[in-house]
């Protein structure tokens, strides 16, 4: 199985030392989301967990966001950090096995669960990546854990998979790249 509730909690760690350390003066910043800046993406993600644990509990979004889009309202407030960490631990709460094992209804149709807690992840993990080079932070992520959400996302979105909307198409990177590279190089970023 490829997405357990310790990979989850690794993938979120992972992304709240970025958003630790994040900086009121760098909200307004472009990120590799071009469409984007910091806070904007800062909002996708928690939007992104908040959907991600209404999903998998079979429960109505506490705040209406789609795959992909930013939420209507701000998300972030004055206190990034606490924002992150109430929306990592309501997701955390509701990637539970049984949830893991049953089929979902999501926006983009039913999904099996093991399948939505591994595109919410791989939405975390990427954009911390997104964060913290739009912000100057260190880009390298765990190399277990990115070569296991590389795995995820190659078998979840074999390349040249259609991928419509929501993802790039990969970026080429040389053989000797390191798992982080790979990882955002396959979700369409230059590493």
Do not use: K
Request: hydrophobic share 45%; glycine share 10%; proline share 7%.
């Amino acid at each position: 199985m490829w997405m357990t509730p310790d990979v989850i909690t690794a993938v979120c760690a992972s992304t709240e030392r970025i958003v630790e350390g994040l900086a009121p003066e760098q909200y307004g910043l472009s990120t590799p989301c071009t469409e984007w800046t910091v806070r904007q993406l800062l909002n996708h993600v928690l939007g992104a967990l908040g959907l991600g644990a209404a999903l998998m509990t079979d429960s109505m979004p506490t705040v209406q966001v789609g795959p992909g889009q930013v939420p209507a309202e701000d998300l972030v407030g004055d206190n990034p950090l606490a924002a992150y960490r109430s929306a990592v631990a309501a997701f955390e709460a509701a990637v539970t096995p049984d949830a893991i094992a049953r089929t979902h209804a999501t926006p983009m149709g039913e999904m099996p669960g093991v399948a939505l807690a591994g595109f919410t992840a791989l939405d975390v993990l990427v954009h911390g990546w997104d964060l913290a080079r739009a912000t100057g932070q260190d880009t390298r992520l765990d190399a277990g854990l990115a070569e296991q959400m590389l795995g995820f996302a190659s078998q979840a979105m074999p390349d040249g998979s259609q991928r419509g909307p929501l993802m790039a198409s990969s970026v080429a990177v040389g053989s000797g790249a390191d798992p982080t590279d790979r990882l955002v190089a396959f979700t369409g970023r230059t590493p």
